[in-house]
């Protein structure tokens, strides 16, 4: 009899370590609408996987990303905390990084889920997409790189999936080039057929050196647009296994299967261990891409194609679990860094960015459309399959989930902006532990979310909206993503309010006479903006000019012979994940 007993408790403390200390598979995609998935309504894009993941488990109605943008949203989700307290919120109109050689990224000093799940024993790696900066004073620091981030293992893209990342699909630039090339090209071209005019009509002379130095200056801006285009393909857009470049440039052939088979063997490698594996998908990302199997055979066009691609992944990895009769011990999480990008448009007129279901706005901006994004979480026989829970949740709250599952402590010398998911997911919680939510656009407070206790509205009020264009557009057309400062917003005084229980697609702002407690409601949202900022420290800013600038001594290249930085090992290469 009492070997029996000890046995039985041998089991039962065997199955509570088990539950205990859960692996963690965690799926991001990018710029993926809330409206995109078939479990949010959606009833011609296919995504059988991403359904099958909701139906086994709990759907978020109302998560929200920490930022509309990508790189701020990540630091965001990997930390815990709003990105303004990382020095991960831009003050110009540049949010993200654009060059894989700038200096700016994830401080070192921060601390991700990763770094507390490795010094809990756990594998850990990335697959896909980091976009949190890579080097800090020289090419091989790699002082942002996700190895020195709590990652054991890393293949994927350092940087972000860019329309100039695949030829024959426009620049993100045109703008930029506009003004800077263009202009000044055709300032030259004005002056130097003026002074030509004038010469021949006698009223000036001019000196030849005159007239060379203008074909010089414009020889030099066109030299410059050249090589632009020439090496910003190679120099930004390619592939890493942990500190080494495998591909340069990045082929998309076949990207999305090489990535997941890769995923795939992770967990299979580390079956019998607890890991953490973070999938970050660069689908939906423009460049859109698929593979021939999921080319021209969606709804949708080519936005899509990469979607149900995407969905087939997320299917892979799900069957995978099954096989090796690990899905009873992990905690699957599926979202988006932020809304889709709803002003991707090609020159063909063909729209490339996705659907943010009934939500205005969209990504680059804290309309709903912008924020509030797919979440869904999975763990059988922890958490009860088929529930749908509309309560506000933040992508900031999968760092203390996550960190209380694996038995680690949270960090004590900073502040946490998350909460524990597993009250409310287990049904031990019927209420969101956030009272107040705070929407920044880059670095300037946006918005305040409020949900009183002893309520069910929920409030939300905008110290400033931007200015979409054209009027009457659901975006900022003009410029590609919607601004967060100067001409391009509109400043209110008194803040603009919503009861967003009432009124999800933000169309009716409230007034003293169709609220009579307006100005109540707004004082209590600015005093607890005015605490909120009493939270926050100076920190160096990792989204500054300085930071974000090309330096060409961090350029990676993988080869010595100047520029060409041409390689592929990624055939080659067959050490697979650890």
């Not at 009873?328 to 709803?342: C, E, I, K, P, R």
């Not at 200015?467 to 003009?478: D, I, Q, R, T």
């Amino acid at each position: 009899m009492r070997t029996l007993w000890l046995l039985l408790l041998f089991i039962y403390e065997a199955r509570s370590h088990a539950v205990s200390t859960p692996n963690f598979v965690l799926l991001m995609a990018d710029d993926l609408g809330i409206g995109d998935p078939g479990c949010y309504g959606n009833k011609t894009l296919r995504t059988p996987n991403i359904d099958r993941l909701a139906r086994g488990g709990v759907k978020l109605t109302q998560h929200l990303a920490a930022s509309p943008l990508c790189t701020p949203s990540r630091a965001a989700f990997m930390t815990g905390r709003y990105p303004i307290r990382s020095g991960m919120a831009s003050r110009s109109q540049v949010g993200v990084f654009v060059f894989s050689a700038s200096s700016g990224g994830l401080p070192h000093s921060e601390i991700t889920f990763a770094k507390l799940l490795k010094n809990q024993g756990y594998s850990t790696a990335l697959i896909g997409k980091w976009h949190l900066g890579t080097s800090c004073h020289n090419r091989t620091d790699l002082c942002h790189h996700p190895l020195s981030h709590g990652f054991d293992y890393f293949h994927g893209l350092p940087m972000t999936n860019l329309r100039d990342c695949k030829p024959g699909e426009g620049s993100v630039f045109t703008r930029a080039l506009r003004l800077l090339v263009f202009v000044p090209l055709q300032v030259i071209a004005i002056t130097l057929l003026t002074l030509a005019v004038l010469m021949c009509l006698g009223f000036v002379q001019v000196p030849p050196c005159v007239f060379f130095c203008l074909f010089f200056l414009a020889a030099l801006v066109l030299g410059a647009l050249l090589c632009f285009l020439h090496y910003f393909r190679p120099l930004n857009c390619f592939l890493m296994r942990n500190r080494d470049i495998t591909q340069q440039p990045m082929s998309y052939d076949n990207l999305t299967q090489r990535l997941t088979a890769d995923a795939a063997q992770f967990i299979q490698r580390n079956a019998k261990t607890p890991f953490l594996l973070v999938l970050a998908f660069l689908h939906m990302h423009t460049a859109l891409f698929s593979s021939k199997d999921f080319a021209g055979k969606s709804k949708h066009g080519a936005y899509g194609d990469a979607a149900e691609e995407m969905d087939w992944s997320v299917g892979q990895i799900l069957d995978v679990l099954d096989e090796l009769k690990l899905a009873n011990n992990t905690l699957v999480y599926f979202s988006s860094d932020q809304g889709a990008h709803v002003e991707e448009v090609t020159v063909k007129g063909e729209g490339h960015g996705g659907s943010n279901g009934i939500y205005k706005g969209g990504k680059a901006n804290n309309w709903e459309g912008g924020i509030r994004v797919p979440g869904i979480l999975r763990w059988p026989g922890v958490i009860q399959a088929g529930l749908e829970i509309d309560e506000p949740t933040s992508n900031m709250d999968i760092f203390p989930t996550v960190a209380k599952l694996a038995g680690s402590p949270l960090p004590e010398d900073r502040i946490i902006d998350g909460r524990d998911l597993m009250p409310l997911l287990q049904g031990r919680s019927h209420r969101s532990d956030h009272e107040f939510l705070f929407h920044y656009c880059n670095f300037y407070l946006n918005a305040v979310r409020w949900y009183p206790q002893n309520s069910t509205s929920i409030w939300k009020a905008f110290f400033f909206t931007p200015k979409f264009f054209p009027e009457g557009a659901n975006g900022c057309f003009a410029t590609h993503v919607c601004f967060c400062h100067g001409q391009y917003v509109t400043y209110h005084d008194p803040p603009l309010l919503f009861d967003i229980s009432q009124d999800p697609r933000e169309r009716n702002p409230l007034t003293p006479t169709s609220e009579p407690r307006f100005r109540e409601i707004l004082g209590t949202m600015q005093e607890a903006a005015a605490r909120h900022a009493e939270t926050l420290r100076d920190v160096p800013n990792q989204l500054s000019l300085g930071n974000l600038i090309w330096k060409p001594w961090l350029q990676m290249c993988c080869s010595s012979s100047g520029l060409s930085c041409q390689c592929d090992r990624e055939k080659q290469d067959g050490r697979g994940s650890r």
